[in-house]
């Protein structure tokens, strides 16, 4: 199958307030956060991508286009409503501070997958949502490319969050313990056996070794050599 390299927006706004932005419109990416995207764009100016697939909302098109910019060819640059943030219901709008007040907050972050947002969605509904997405879309891009195809899925925390912790085979309510900081880079590749996870949370270093695409195959006993850059 193809490799998916898991993009968050950049800073915003809401984010540097400490405000929960959830789906409202109109939340940008802050200066910092414009740099964060461009930084990332620069990382992945190494790799040639498929497509970039973005959640529908401001901040995600926003850093989807300051990679895009520094692509040398045209990647295909689809919306997918399935990668949109978390549906926060009545918590949307509020700060994070008064949140962590509430009696649901402790259920969110010990025991997720029984958390249903008054007013919105649960999060196993966004984890599979979103998990079925990336898995549709993965699986359409090795389908036309081959199975070397690299493609950027640009979303959310929680939701980047909820696809790796599927992707490692952890259970929902332990994804807590996954942090995915603001143009964060993490990496799986899916195989027909399971997921493989090559990096989370990645905020520097060198991406050109995926210029070679990464195969499918049997896990190296011993941890193998490595992946090679060009």
């Known amino acids: 199958m193809a490799t998916v390299i898991l993009v968050r927006h950049g800073r915003t706004t809401a984010n ?3 405000l929960l932005a959830g789906r409202a419109a109109g939340v940008n990416l ?3 956060g414009r740099e964060q995207a461009a930084l990332t764009g620069e990382r992945l100016a190494a790799v040639r991508l498929v497509g970039v697939v973005s959640s529908p909302l401001e901040r995600c098109q926003q850093t989807a286009r300051l990679i895009l910019d520094r692509q040398a060819g045209t990647p295909c640059a689809p919306l997918e409503p399935d990668l949109t943030e978390c549906d926060y219901g009545q918590w949307q709008g509020r700060m994070l501070s008064d949140l962590a007040t509430e009696d649901l907050w402790t259920a969110v972050q010990s025991q997720p ?7 919105g969605e649960s999060m196993a509904a966004m984890q599979a949502r979103a998990v ?3 898995r549709r879309h993965d699986a359409a891009f090795e389908a036309e490319y081959g199975p070397g195809a690299v ?6 925390g929680d939701v980047i969050k909820s696809i790796l912790a599927d992707s490692l085979g952890m259970h929902l309510d332990l994804f807590q313990r996954i942090n995915v ?4 880079v993490s990496i799986v590749h899916y195989s027909a056996s399971r997921p493989s996870v090559y990096a989370t949370n990645t905020d520097a270093g060198d991406l ?3 210029s070679n ?3 499918s195959g049997d896990a190296p006993v011993g941890g193998g050599a490595g992946q090679q850059a060009p």
């Open 30 to 32: 802050d200066q910092i």
């Open 151 to 156: 493609w950027v899925a640009v979303s959310h």
């Open 132 to 134: 079925a997405a990336i």
């Open 181 to 184: 900081g603001p143009a964060s």
């Open 208 to 210: 050109s070794w995926l």
């Open 16 to 18: 540097a307030t400490g």
């Open 113 to 119: 997958s029984a958390v249903v947002f008054p007013g």
């Open 213 to 215: 695409g990464i195969h």
